[in-house]
């Protein structure tokens, strides 16, 4: 079974600066998708960017960038010039491909979030 | 564009009652689940679908119930209500492809007395 880890309980920033979230994820399987979620208070989730497993340009969202390191499984999520909207809870996923056989079906992990709290 | 509804909001039962939260997308969607979220441990799978009269098992299947009859509609049934099912819950739905992102329902905050 494929497993999420996101080590950081909360992290802070001042606001315009930069901060990066960490994801690990452990997984046997070749191809899949990760994505990171923006939870805030209002409980939404909302899709932050999405890498698919097989393309080694980090994907680029704006403000929001991975660093995609697919050997050592780590999909971390940078914000730049952070803004207090940023404030929220963020959540790493892991997506095995339907089609691939086996009875992952697909199936969405999440981590156990990460609480970013923007300082004006 | 509707996306996920999911009803109700908040909901408190009293131990051993029994109720259904109900989920409806409009997108056509084969892929549908749910999940529970309790702080420090993220969103957990309960059950999902991967298409009309197809349910399996997630991570945390133990007290509830699934059906899936039409292609719009996932309800989850809860048996005899606990206090340890005191959560917030979210239906999603996506596209049955790897690349799809999950659409969520905005969830209902259930208590458990």
């Known amino acids: 079974a494929q497993t999420v880890t996101q080590s950081q309980p909360e992290m802070s920033v001042q606001e315009a600066e930069t901060v990066t979230l960490s994801c690990t994820y452990d997984t046997s399987e070749s191809d899949y998708y990760l994505f990171w979620y923006k939870q805030p208070p209002s409980r939404q989730m909302i899709l932050v960017i999405r890498q698919e497993a097989y393309k080694q340009q980090n994907a680029t969202e704006n403000r929001f960038s991975v660093n995609f390191q697919k050997a050592a499984k780590s999909f971390s999520l940078k914000i730049s010039d952070s803004q207090l909207g940023d404030a929220a809870m963020y959540f790493c996923a892991y997506r095995s491909d339907p089609n691939a056989g086996g009875t992952s079906y697909g199936k969405l992990t999440f981590g156990q979030g990460t609480i970013l709290t923007v300082h004006p | 564009n509707a996306g996920v509804t999911q009803t109700p909001k908040f909901q408190v039962l009293k131990t051993g009652q029994s109720m259904t939260l109900q989920c409806a997308q409009d997108?056509?969607?084969?892929?549908m689940s749910w999940y529970r979220q309790d702080p420090g441990m993220g969103l957990r799978l309960i059950h999902y679908s991967v298409g009309a009269g197809i349910t399996d098992q997630g991570e945390v299947p133990n007290g509830y119930n699934v059906s899936r009859s039409t292609t719009e509609d996932f309800p989850l049934r809860l048996l005899s209500a606990a206090p340890s099912q005191t959560s917030v819950y979210f239906c999603?739905?996506?596209?049955?492809?790897?690349?799809?992102?999950?659409?969520f329902g905005n969830g209902t905050r259930l208590t458990v007395t």
């Open positions: 999603a739905s996506s596209q049955r492809t790897v690349n799809s992102p999950l659409h």
């Open positions: 997108m056509n969607h084969e892929y």
